[in-house]
């Protein structure tokens, strides 16, 4: 039986030459990745302790403060229940359908959940934004009527 040390130094492994050097080379790119992940929970550990990283653990948000900055990092498990806004992406989506295609898309199957999940500062800005569009003249397809529906959809 031959031994071998897997060490930090990079080693190409032709899988050709036989199945035991590739799973050999497998297990040297998981030993890899395994520093690699330990070599980053040192360094945020230190981080942490030396109060260059805090974590407030609040129920509506969690956040890391870095240095004066704080970022915060919302996810579903950290977002409370009863908040209804729609995630930027869909708010996004919306916005560019509903100006390239005016009131044609606005009571389809694809927009109709997606205007549900709005809150309604989202709604209010959704409708600021399509004023400004038909303002500036460049979206033929953001109507009055367009303004109008959404306005009763609040």
Avoid at 49 to 75: F, H, K, Q
Avoid at 106 to 115: E, F, G, K, N, Y
């Amino acid at each position: 039986m031959t031994t071998t040390t897997i060490t930090s130094e990079p080693t190409t492994v032709d899988p050709s030459s036989g199945f035991s050097d590739f799973i050999l080379h497998r297990l040297h790119v998981a030993a890899l990745r395994a520093k690699i992940v330990a070599n980053e929970f040192e360094s945020t550990t230190t981080a942490l302790s030396a109060g260059l990283i805090s974590v407030e653990a609040d129920p509506a948000s969690a956040s890391i403060r870095l240095g004066r900055g704080v970022v915060v990092i919302e996810t579903p498990l950290t977002t409370p229940r009863d908040v209804n806004r729609a995630a930027q992406s869909t708010y996004d989506a919306c916005l560019w359908i509903l100006r390239t295609y005016g009131t044609a898309r606005l009571a389809d199957a694809w927009m109709l959940p997606r205007l549900a999940e709005f809150s309604p500062e989202q709604m209010q800005e959704l409708i600021a934004a399509m004023r400004r569009l038909r303002a500036s003249g460049r979206w033929p397809n953001v109507t009055d009527d367009l303004d109008s529906r959404l306005e009763a959809m609040q």
